[in-house]
C-alpha cells in the first residue's frame, strides 16, 4: 500500500526536491506540493493525504495554525514538521497543535522518507536535538498555571529580577525603557496575585 504524501513548503527549490524524492520513492505518492496553507483544509479534503509534511514559516498562515486545523477536521491523517526552527517555543507549540513528528531540514533525504514511513506507522520521529529538548523539558518541574500566563518578556523580567537586578539593570538588560519595566512587573503583579517584587520572586523560585 502506498503512502499519500502532501508537501507544505514555501522554499521552491526545496518543495520540488521534496515532490521529486517522494515521486522516486516507491511505495510513496505526491498528493500535492503548496507554497502555502491558506487553503489548507479544503486541500486535505480533497487530496486525503496520510502524511503531511509541514514547514512553520510560511506566508499568509503558519505551519502551526495549519496544524490545528488539520487536527480538528482530519484527526487521523499525521502532520510531520519539517522546518529550520529548533527553539522550544517553536518546537512545543507545533507539539502542542497536533504534530506527529519534529525534524529539522537540514536532516538527510533517506531520513526524512523512514520518518514518514515511521508516522504513517503510528511513530513519532524527531530529529536528535529536538528529542533532547522534549526529553529535558520533561525532566524539569511544572509550571503554575499562574506562572504560564506570564508572557516571554515578562519572564524574563521577573528573571533578572530574581538575580538581584534593580529595574534600571532590568531595563538596560532587557533593552527597555524604565517605565516598560514597570508595565511589566504591574502586570506580573496581577497575573500571580501578589503584592510586591518579593512575593513575586518568591512565586518564581518556587
Given amino acids: 500500500m502506498s503512502i499519500r504524501v502532501l508537501i507544505y513548503e514555501d522554499n521552491v527549490t526545496l518543495r520540488e526536491a521534496l515532490s521529486f524524492l517522494i515521486e522516486a520513492t516507491p511505495s510513496f505518492v ?32 503558519d505551519g502551526i495554525q495549519a496544524v490545528l486545523k488539520i487536527r480538528r477536521q482530519f484527526a487521523p491523517v499525521d502532520v510531520l514538521m519539517l522546518t529550520v526552527f529548533d527553539d522550544d517555543e517553536r518546537v512545543f507549540q507545533a507539539l502542542s497543535a497536533g504534530a506527529t513528528g519534529y525534524l529539522l531540514k537540514k536532516t538527510a533525504p533517506a531520513r526524512i522518507m523512514e520518518a514518514i514511513s515511521e508516522v ?44 538581584g537586578l534593580s529595574y534600571k539593570l532590568v531595563a538596560v538588560e532587557a533593552g527597555i525603557s524604565i517605565e516598560t519595566v514597570r508595565t511589566h512587573v504591574k502586570r506580573i503583579y496581577e497575573k500571580l496575585h501578589v503584592h510586591s517584587v518579593t512575593e513575586a520572586i518568591a512565586r518564581y523560585r518556587r
Fill in 120 to 163: 504513517y506507522n503510528g511513530g513519532a520521529p524527531m530529529s536528535p536535538a529536538i528529542a533532547r529538548r522534549v526529553l529535558l523539558s520533561l525532566r524539569q518541574p511544572a509550571i503554575s498555571e499562574e506562572m504560564a500566563q506570564l508572557t516571554n518578556r515578562e519572564t524574563e523580567v521577573l528573571s533578572l529580577l530574581a538575580g
Fill in 30 to 61: 505526491l498528493a500535492g506540493a503548496f507554497g502555502d496553507t491558506m487553503l489548507v483544509e479544503k486541500q486535505v479534503g480533497e487530496l486525503t493525504p496520510d502524511v503531511v509534511l509541514m514547514d512553520i514559516e510560511m506566508p499568509g498562515q
